[in-house]
C-alpha cells in the first residue's frame, strides 16, 4: 500500500474539515488561535532556499503542493498583495518539503504573512476568501496587527 497518496488524502480531508469548522464559526479563520500555527518563521531560512527576501518588510508565503488542485488559484488571488513592500511567494512541497516539514504543514494551500522580523501576524488554511484576502490587506496596511506579547 502507497502511504503516500493516503497521507495525500487524509491531509485533503483535514483541510475541508477545518475549513468546514471555520467557516461554522463565523469568524477569519487567519486570526492566530491555533497551537499548530507557527508563531514565527524564519526569513534567513526562506532566504537560503531562494525565497524571499529577508529585507522585504512583509512576506506572503503561499505553502503549495504540486499535487494541490486549489494552490494555484490561492496564488493567483494572493498574487496582487505583492508590491515594494510585500514580497507574495510559493513554498511548494517538492523543492521546498524542508521548510514545510520544519513548520508541520500537513495541509495546503496554507499561507503564512509574516512581518520583517518574521512574526506571523495572518494565516489562511485552505483556498483564500475575499475576506481572507481583505483582512490580509488590512494586517499589511498596519490595521490588524495582533498585539506584540508584553
Same mark, same amino acid.
Given at each position: 500500500?502507497? #502511504?503516500?497518496? /493516503?497521507?495525500?488524502? $487524509?491531509?485533503?480531508? +483535514? %483541510?475541508?474539515?477545518?475549513?468546514? =469548522?471555520s467557516r @461554522?464559526r463565523?469568524?477569519?479563520?487567519?486570526?492566530?488561535?491555533?497551537?499548530d500555527?507557527p508563531?514565527?518563521?524564519d526569513?534567513?531560512a526562506?532566504?537560503?532556499?531562494?525565497?524571499?527576501?529577508p529585507? #522585504?518588510?512583509? /512576506?506572503?508565503?503561499? $505553502?503549495?503542493?504540486s +499535487? %494541490?488542485?486549489?494552490?494555484?488559484? =490561492?496564488?493567483? @488571488?494572493?498574487a496582487?498583495?505583492?508590491?515594494?513592500?510585500?514580497?507574495v511567494?510559493?513554498?511548494e512541497a517538492?523543492?521546498?518539503?524542508?521548510?514545510?516539514d520544519?513548520?508541520g504543514v500537513?495541509?495546503?494551500?496554507?499561507? /503564512?504573512?509574516?512581518?520583517?522580523d518574521?512574526?506571523v501576524?495572518?494565516?489562511i488554511?485552505?483556498?483564500?476568501?475575499?475576506?481572507?484576502?481583505a483582512?490580509v490587506?488590512r494586517?499589511?496596511a498596519g490595521?490588524?496587527?495582533?498585539?506584540?506579547?508584553?
Amino acid at each position: 500500500m502507497r #502511504t503516500a497518496p /493516503l497521507a495525500l488524502i $487524509l491531509g485533503a480531508v +483535514a %483541510c475541508l474539515v477545518a475549513l468546514v =469548522a471555520s467557516r @461554522r464559526r463565523g469568524r477569519w479563520r487567519g486570526v492566530l488561535a491555533s497551537p499548530d500555527i507557527p508563531s514565527s518563521i524564519d526569513r534567513e531560512a526562506f532566504a537560503r532556499a531562494g525565497i524571499g527576501s529577508p529585507g #522585504t518588510p512583509w /512576506l506572503v508565503a503561499v $505553502l503549495t503542493d504540486s +499535487a %494541490c488542485r486549489t494552490c494555484g488559484s =490561492a496564488l493567483e @488571488r494572493l498574487a496582487p498583495l505583492a508590491g515594494p513592500d510585500v514580497e507574495v511567494v510559493e513554498v511548494e512541497a517538492g523543492p521546498h518539503g524542508r521548510l514545510h516539514d520544519s513548520y508541520g504543514v500537513d495541509a495546503v494551500p496554507f499561507t /503564512l504573512v509574516a512581518d520583517r522580523d518574521g512574526v506571523v501576524q495572518a494565516w489562511i488554511l485552505g483556498p483564500p476568501t475575499a475576506g481572507d484576502i481583505a483582512s490580509v490587506r488590512r494586517v499589511l496596511a498596519g490595521d490588524g496587527l495582533r498585539p506584540a506579547p508584553e
